[in-house]
């Protein structure tokens, strides 16, 4: 079932707020402004049982914050008058009769009810078959005033806003979107980041989640922010999962409903935006979507983006453009305000299986099926460097699986190809270290990613082997099989120990130290 929450609703929460945080300049600023009213008192039997024992001073106190329709106002400040003159407190009568909002209204509206309690005002002596005719009475006034006003007003529990809050963080809680132990950053709505954990390797499975036999991974990523485990299968559908349960995230309103993200084809490769509200997708027959995260729609298309399957796409840093390669041997820039291609790289002879924004935005690095890393320019589009990483006689046509852009190093990356080695390279072509799986065969690597401080790099092989190799050993730590059948992917959380892969066997598999 989905929860609508009224504007007015949240406004009110707000006006609750500063009325008990004792902020009546901002109360009534934001209660004039809106419109909208609080209308609450702190309990509907203290406040009509002030009315019927004539608690005069309360009841006008309490009435201050309220916005109440005027003829209901005006029976009890005439009410209130005439027992100001019974009890021939005079000049507190004369002042209410003559200087309050509801009394010269009523002077304006209806002349002789006004002229009536200037006569009584100034008769010496009071008497009540006058002030209350036609066989009513103080109490029984009193008792009418209090039923008309109770039928204005409701009562909140108090700290309605702050109650709710803390509501919905040990909902989060729950979900598993803020571990045990995080602080919150309640204003930006992100669980914030704990004191760095050090790096640790997988060595066991936290969750599983299957997947039907026609319809297992090909793509997966974490949100930045840590939040989202999303993942793009064969069938088309981007789906959003809680990696803590290891099920689909209801809290998000589409997927509750049974709707989820699509594409028409196989979900080859997304990203997220910097700030995880974006999602980009791409497909098997070239196109590309942009959905935001949170409601499930569609912010743009781009049908033509590639004219074969997208490998890799990624958004530039300000989340202005998008950047993607393809099966098309080319790497584009799309603009997401104009929805058009705004630049073309061409130059690898073969599959293009990844592209990379340099750190400084100004480069690009590709990693191809031709056994070339390219650096380009994206001001001219020109092909500025080629590498080929691959050692030996054969090595013009292994092909670049990935490349990885080194966290605390950015003049360094990782380069992941069809061999038993990962290297780290610079940005001259230099290869800094290499790692090695030590396997004569079957352990070429196929996928690869990075912890996030660059610590660690993981590797996983044609055997299914995940091999966690240590970047300031330079050495083998640990091998682990993760899967039955060929490993897809593997990803990696922005800043949790928390490791998927994904297969052909149908499954994704979550991986903690």
Known sequence: MALEIESADVIRLILQYFKENNLPRTFATLQEETGITLNTVDSIESFTSDINNGHWDTVLLAIQSLKLPDNKLIDLYEHIVLELIELRELSAARSLLRQTDPMIMLK?????????????????????????????????????????????????????????????????????????????????????????????????????????????????????????????????????????????????????????????????????????????????????????????????????????????????????????????????????????????????????????????????????????????????????????????????????NSIHLMPRNTEQFVVCNRTNTVSVMNMQGQIVKSFSSGKRQGGDFVCCTLSPRGEWIYCVGEDHVLYCFSVSTGKLERTLTVHEKEVIGISHHPHQNLTATFSEDGTLKLWRP
């Open 108 to 400: 304006q509206m209806q002349p002789d009810r006004y002229i009536h309690l200037e006569t009584l005002l100034a008769r010496s002596y009071f008497d009540p078959r006058e002030a209350y005719p036609e066989g009513s009475s103080k109490e029984r006034r009193r008792a009418a005033i209090a039923q008309a006003l109770a039928g204005e007003v409701s009562v909140v529990p108090p700290a309605r806003l702050l109650a709710l809050l803390g509501q919905a963080l040990k909902w989060q809680q729950h979900q598993g979107q803020l571990p045990p132990g995080t602080s919150i950053d309640v204003f930006r709505g992100k669980a914030a980041v704990k004191d760095e954990e050090e790096e640790r390797y997988p060595t066991h499975i936290s969750r599983t989640i299957k997947f039907g036999s026609k319809s297992h991974p090909e793509c997966c990523k974490f949100s930045p922010d840590g939040q989202y485990l999303v993942t793009g299968t064969l069938d088309g559908f981007i789906e959003v999962w809680n990696f803590t349960t290891g099920k689909i995230r209801k809290d998000l309103k589409y997927q509750a409903n049974d709707q989820f993200m699509l594409m028409d084809d196989a979900v080859s490769c997304m990203n997220f935006s910097r700030d995880s509200e974006m999602l980009a997708t791409g497909a098997q027959d070239g196109k590309i979507k942009v959905w935001k995260v949170q409601t499930g729609q569609t912010l743009r298309r781009f049908e033509k983006a590639h004219t074969a399957g997208i490998t890799c796409i990624t958004f530039s840093r300000d989340g202005s453009q998008l950047l993607s390669a393809s099966f098309d041997q080319t790497i584009r820039i799309h603009g997401l305000k104009s929805g058009k291609t705004l630049k073309e790289f061409r130059g690898h002879t073969s599959f293009v299986n990844e592209a990379q924004f340099t750190a400084d935005g100004h480069h690009l690095i590709s990693a191809s099926s031709d056994g070339s890393v390219k650096i380009w320019s994206v001001k001219t589009t020109e092909c500025l460097n080629t590498f080929k990483p691959a050692l030996g006689s054969s090595a013009s046509e292994i092909t670049v």
